[in-house]
Each structure stands twice: as structure tokens, then as C-alpha cells.
């Protein structure tokens, strides 16, 4: 299993930019690809969704976003897996959540064990 530490969530305000760190370890050769997901502030629970899927990086570099934060996240990650970045920019009050990283299995499996994640707070 890969264990999983978020920070760099504050308190911003609209317009303005924040960086997102995951440090991953453990079962770190297993990792295909890493993710960062959300929980967004004040959201109902929904049966079967705990979070929403925000941007992923693969082995290859190819990154994927949500349509909600095209063009304006960017997801990174270090060679060897064991550090993973969400630079956001242009943040808005809908960007309010918490924030989670994890990782892929080759199989398409999350494999790492949810973090506390941190909090991102957009708000004049």
C-alpha cells in the first residue's frame, strides 16, 4: 500500500494561486499513475462518491484534467513517484474542498491510503 500526506491548502481569495504537495511512500514501485481528487465544502455525501476525481498524471507524463479546472490546474509529479503537485491558479470560491492525492495501480486500481487531505478555501 502507498501511504499518502497532502499539504499546502490555505485560506486565498478569489483570482489568486496556491501550490498542492503529496508526499507518497510505501509500495511505490506499484504506482502507474497519481491523482488528485476533491471534496468539496458543504457537499451532501453521495452513495459511491466520495470524491471527485480533479487531475491525474501518468507513468508517460500525460496529464488529464476536469473540465472544472482545465487551464487552470496543473498536476506534476517528481521521477521516482514519491512526491506529487497541484498548482492552482485563477482559484475560484467553487475550488473550496478538501483535497486529496492518490495513486494508480497498472490495473487501474487506487492503491494508496486516503490522507487526511488539505483544505483549500477560496473566499473574498
Known amino acids: 500500500q502507498v501511504q499518502l500526506m497532502e499539504s499546502g491548502g490555505d485560506l486565498v481569495q478569489p483570482g489568486e494561486s496556491l501550490r498542492l504537495s503529496c508526499a507518497a511512500s510505501g509500495s511505490i514501485s506499484s504506482i502507474d499513475a497519481m491523482a488528485w481528487y476533491r471534496r468539496r465544502l458543504g457537499d451532501q455525501p453521495i452513495p459511491g462518491i466520495q470524491?471527485?476525481?480533479?487531475?491525474?498524471?501518468?507513468?508517460?507524463?500525460?496529464?488529464n484534467y476536469a473540465n472544472s479546472v482545465k487551464g487552470r490546474f496543473t498536476i506534476s509529479r517528481d521521477n521516482d513517484w514519491t512526491s506529487l503537485s497541484l498548482q492552482m491558479d485563477s482559484l475560484q470560491p467553487e475550488d473550496s474542498a478538501v483535497y486529496y492525492c492518490?495513486?494508480?495501480?497498472?490495473?487501474?486500481?487506487?492503491?494508496?491510503?486516503w490522507g487526511r487531505g488539505t483544505q483549500v478555501t477560496v473566499s473574498a
Open positions: 470524491r471527485e476525481w480533479v487531475a491525474s498524471i501518468g507513468r508517460d507524463g500525460t496529464t
Open positions: 492518490n495513486a494508480v495501480s497498472e490495473a487501474g486500481s487506487l492503491i494508496g491510503r
